[in-house]
């Protein structure tokens, strides 16, 4: 079969303006990395300026240090455990079992360990359950030949906006998720990063503020920044100088920006554990200047102080609707596809196109082929059932 000029097409039609907020990694595409009106996923780029910005930014020696990849090649970055409705789980006896969610969780003596299973530090353990979306997340894991211990655990639903309870910590010292932050390999292959990152500072106030739900400062300081804080690159950064990669990372620092969730090293912002990542790009970011940060104040997006939801968002799908095809497509990968952003229209031809929040949907008359591309991957869904592949490559019955 010769379908290779449509799929081509289609790849090209799929602007990555679409590109879903908090897109679903590939290990598992149908969920989402929390909603798209997630405070995580919001645009933060017309913010104002926080009224602290320049104090906190003195307190964590913005004018004296470089931003810094806190990631890379095994083993340093942040592992994560793709896990199904088939593992085993088990329960954990946590340090503060008060603020930690009971489980069971599914981890064992092969789930991944940061810094791997004889390190020190945090030792953190994340697991991504693909089937329920549900993601696991432990602080000082370890095994002990099936006697698990953890100083904290926490269970978050990627469908919701729902906060842990104020107070209470999670994996990270902020009480917030740790794997919705983490730069990751194949977001930048994609080029497009619709999230905020994940990073550090050594002081901080013993304060919180929305969407962080716990602190761990040193000591009550207005200076210091307190956890949740939200920092963005200036507009005003001259990024002509980087690689097409290092300006996709510059791009998401400028709307996205970075959430303050732990104590440790000043602007060391973290990403996912990849054998991909390489020393090229990784330089590059490290020539970023701290000082090119601000704080904004993301006050003005909570609706609920027990929520992650953003102020006056409109859910994507309020004013359209999916169907037939598109709607098994959908159901199959919710998290790719995402909401909806216009009900589906028809072209002279009789074929179907129906933009979404994670990119373009079309169904092929001649032969009733349904396929969706993200501008990275396309999913068909055909006499061969549903497969992907990358934009870059081709499936095997396609011809040359």
Same mark, same amino acid.
């Given at each position: 079969?010769?379908?290779?000029?449509?799929?081509?097409?289609?790849?090209?039609?799929?602007?990555?303006?679409?590109?879903?907020?908090?897109?679903?990694?590939?290990?598992?595409?149908?969920?989402?990395?929390?909603?798209?009106?997630?405070?995580?996923?919001?645009?933060?780029?017309?913010?104002?300026?926080?009224?602290?910005?320049?104090?906190?930014?003195?307190?964590?020696?913005?004018?004296?240090?470089?931003?810094?990849?806190?990631?890379?090649?095994?083993?340093?970055?942040?592992?994560?455990?793709?896990?199904?409705?088939?593992?085993?789980?088990?329960? %954990?006896?946590?340090?503060?079992?008060?603020?930690?969610?009971?489980?069971?969780?599914?981890?064992?003596?092969?789930?991944?360990?940061?810094?791997?299973?004889?390190?020190?530090?945090?030792?953190?353990?994340?697991?991504?359950?693909?089937?329920?979306?549900?993601?696991?997340?432990?602080?000082?894991?370890? #095994?002990?030949?099936?006697?698990?211990?953890?100083?904290?655990?926490?269970?978050?639903?990627?469908?919701?906006?729902?906060?842990?309870?104020?107070?209470?910590?999670?994996?990270?010292?902020?009480?917030?998720?740790?794997?919705?932050?983490?730069?990751?390999?194949?977001?930048?292959?994609?080029?497009? %990063?619709?999230?905020?990152?994940?990073?550090?500072?050594?002081?901080?106030?013993?304060?919180?503020?929305?969407?962080?739900?716990?602190?761990?400062?040193?000591?009550?300081?207005?200076?210091?920044?307190?956890?949740?804080?939200?920092?963005?690159?200036?507009?005003?950064?001259?990024?002509?100088?980087?690689?097409?990669?290092?300006?996709?990372?510059?791009?998401?620092?400028?709307?996205?920006?970075? %959430?303050?969730?732990? @104590?440790?090293?000043?602007?060391?912002?973290?990403?996912?554990?990849?054998?991909?990542?390489?020393?090229?790009?990784?330089?590059?970011?490290?020539?970023?200047?701290?000082?090119?940060?601000?704080?904004?104040?993301?006050?003005?997006?909570?609706?609920?102080?027990?929520?992650?939801?953003?102020?006056?968002?409109?859910?994507?799908?309020?004013?359209?609707?999916?169907?037939?095809?598109?709607?098994?497509?959908?159901?199959?990968?919710?998290?790719? %596809?995402?909401?909806?952003?216009? @009900?589906?229209?028809?072209?002279?031809?009789?074929?179907?196109?129906?933009?979404?929040?994670?990119?373009?949907?079309?169904?092929?008359?001649?032969?009733? #082929?349904?396929?969706?591309?993200?501008?990275?991957?396309? #999913?068909?869904?055909?006499?061969?059932?549903?497969?992907?592949?990358?934009?870059?490559?081709?499936?095997?019955?396609?011809?040359?």
């Amino acid at each position: 079969m010769r379908l290779l000029p449509w799929l081509a097409a289609l790849a090209l039609l799929a602007a990555p303006a679409h590109a879903l907020a908090g897109s679903a990694p590939s290990e598992a595409p149908g969920c989402p990395i929390f909603p798209a009106d997630n405070v995580w996923n919001a645009d933060v780029a017309s913010l104002p300026v926080h009224p602290s910005s320049a104090q906190w930014l003195a307190s964590a020696n913005a004018g004296t240090t470089l931003l810094h990849p806190d990631f890379g090649r095994p083993p340093y970055g942040m592992p994560w455990t793709v896990t199904d409705q088939a593992h085993s789980l088990v329960s %954990i006896a946590f340090d503060y079992a008060a603020e930690s969610d009971p489980g069971p969780y599914p981890f064992d003596g092969s789930t991944s360990i940061e810094g791997g299973q004889n390190a020190d530090g945090d030792r953190h353990a994340i697991m991504l359950d693909r089937d329920s979306c549900r993601l696991y997340e432990l602080y000082a894991a370890r #095994w002990n030949g099936g006697r698990p211990t953890a100083g904290s655990g926490a269970i978050f639903d990627l469908t919701s906006d729902a906060l842990r309870p104020s107070t209470w910590t999670s994996a990270d010292a902020a009480g917030l998720a740790i794997f919705p932050g983490l730069l990751r390999y194949d977001e930048v292959l994609a080029g497009a %990063i619709t999230h905020a990152i994940r990073f550090t500072v050594r002081q901080t106030d013993r304060s919180f503020i929305w969407p962080a739900r716990h602190q761990a400062g040193a000591r009550q300081d207005p200076s210091l920044p307190p956890m949740g804080a939200r920092f963005r690159l200036k507009a005003t950064f001259d990024a002509s100088a980087y690689s097409p990669r290092a300006r996709t990372v510059i791009t998401a620092l400028q709307h996205y920006g970075l %959430i303050l969730a732990d @104590n440790g090293s000043d602007w060391f912002f973290q990403g996912t554990e990849d054998a991909r990542w390489d020393d090229g790009l990784l330089d590059e970011l490290k020539r970023i200047r701290a000082a090119q940060f601000e704080a904004v104040d993301e006050s003005s997006l909570m609706a609920d102080p027990n929520s992650a939801a953003v102020k006056g968002a409109t859910a994507a799908g309020s004013s359209c609707a999916y169907v037939l095809g598109f709607r098994t497509l959908h159901d199959a990968l919710p998290g790719a %596809i995402g909401g909806c952003l216009d @009900n589906q229209a028809f072209a002279a031809n009789g074929d179907a196109l129906q933009h979404a929040t994670g990119g373009l949907l079309v169904w092929r008359k001649t032969d009733n #082929w349904t396929a969706f591309t993200d501008g990275y991957r396309t #999913w068909v869904n055909g006499p061969f059932g549903l497969q992907q592949r990358l934009n870059t490559d081709r499936f095997s019955w396609e011809g040359g």
